[in-house]
């Protein structure tokens, strides 16, 4: 009786304690300082081992700009609301660069931060958020260069922004960011079991860009399903709210801005659910 109780294996499983819906956000805000570090990293890493560095901060968005405005403005003929086409362009696509930063920085984050997850703990949450800080930072630098843009057409009165829409900015540019963090970690959270979907994201991207009045005035849509259909994608409320603001164009759309606001609690909520459950067992697919 003796021997077999001795015989007997003890077998000692470590398993979460916490609920399905706990976030651990208090964790996150004591990691703060990681965030930081993160962050820096991030921004970074964009640059490592280029010849110009920061400058494609500044070079890539004017290039893009003058490339729309040759394409789309001389040879397609499309209308920029009597805005200049190289800053109608800057505006558009730097808020568009912003958004799709977000989504595609952290569609990988598992992926790509595999070995760092494997060896430490930490509040995951934090990368994502690093990620969306850094793009932040990107956002900002290219912003510089539209304000000194703006300030010689205000000078020479080709355009009147409406500046105390500007006090909405940063409502736009968070919840863009935090829109972009909820549908990107989504996607990571998909993308560690099934890898295919990684190649389709850059592919979705570029649709979604096309389907928000990025390189065309929300004005220019056809009245009937396509402009509700437009009114439904949760970016183009935030991107002409962004150009009536900045450029004095456009339109401010409260029930697609109400939607909007809507759709980005409901992609950062169920975002943060799944990438908390699936991070237990991520190293055992990655």
Not at 133 to 147: G, T
Not at 164 to 190: D, K, Q, R
Not at 200 to 220: D, E, K, R
Request: net charge positive; glycine share 6%; proline share 6%.
């Amino acid at each position: 009786m003796k021997n077999d109780q001795e015989n007997k294996t003890h077998i000692t499983r470590i398993v979460p304690k916490r609920p399905w819906h706990d976030l651990r956000l208090k964790e996150v805000i004591q990691y703060r300082d990681l965030i930081v570090l993160l962050t820096k990293r991030s921004f970074q890493v964009s640059f490592k081992q280029t010849v110009l560095g920061p400058a494609w901060l500044i070079l890539n968005p004017l290039l893009t700009s003058v490339v729309y405005s040759v394409v789309f403005g001389k040879i397609a003929g499309i209308e920029t609301a009597g805005v200049p086409g190289v800053l109608f362009y800057l505006t558009g696509t730097g808020l568009w660069t912003f958004f799709s930063a977000c989504v595609t920085g952290n569609a990988n984050v598992f992926k790509d931060n595999a070995n760092l997850f494997g060896k430490v703990y930490f509040p995951r949450l934090t990368v994502p958020i690093s990620q969306m800080l850094a793009a932040l930072i990107r956002f900002l630098i290219q912003m510089a260069i539209v304000l000194l843009i703006l300030a010689y057409y205000c000078v020479t009165g080709r355009l009147q922004p409406h500046f105390p829409a500007w006090l909405l900015l940063p409502f736009v540019l968070t919840e863009l960011g935090i829109m972009g963090m909820g549908v990107g970690i989504i996607l990571s959270s998909m993308t560690t079991k099934y890898r295919d979907l990684a190649v389709l994201v850059s592919f979705g991207m570029s649709l979604w860009m096309f389907a928000t009045p990025v390189i065309y005035p929300y004005s220019q849509i056809p009245e009937g399903w396509i402009r509700t259909a437009s009114m439904l994608n949760p970016v183009t409320p935030m991107v002409e709210l962004y150009r009536y603001a900045v450029l004095g164009v456009g339109q401010i759309l409260p029930g697609a801005c109400l939607w909007s606001a809507a759709f980005t609690f409901l992609a950062a909520f169920f975002g943060v659910l799944i990438f908390n459950r699936v991070e237990r067992t991520f190293m055992d697919t990655v």
